[in-house]
């Protein structure tokens, strides 16, 4: 290998390099959540259009509770039998104390008064749920 005169550079670059990495935020963790609940056929509807709308006090709120990529699906999984899945990733570092901090706000209480009634819980959920949590067996990034 020759000096071009630029080996000092390359140096000095791969030390920023090591730096920068050593320096750098660590890796957020996320934990993932997916749940069940129920929706009648003529609930679907207004259901639809609450989350079309969704408030931005409540969408503020998600963020602030460390909440991303939160999505609701929808499906006929029996003829006239409809569910709500839902899933997204935690970034925080205690989930119980975001979602007491949820619980508690005044704009996330006013919304679930208007989509709880919407909801049908399953049979099968635990006795402190509302929407009944799933277990994640299977995720690629």
Known sequence: MTNDGNFPMLVGLALSCVMLLGCAEKPIKVKRFGSVIGIEREHIEEYKRLHAEAWPGVLKMIKE?????FSI?????????FY???????????????MKKMKA???????????????T??????KDEWWHAMEEVFHQE
């Open 73 to 81: 699906y929808l499906a006929e999984l029996e003829e006239g039998k």
């Open 65 to 69: 509770c460390n909440i991303r990529n």
């Open 84 to 98: 709500l899945f839902s899933n997204f990733e935690y970034t925080g570092d205690d989930f119980e104390a975001d």
């Open 121 to 126: 819980p399953v049979p099968t959920r635990k």
């Open 105 to 119: 706000d005044p704009t996330t209480q006013r919304w679930w008064k208007q989509t709880d009634p919407l909801q």
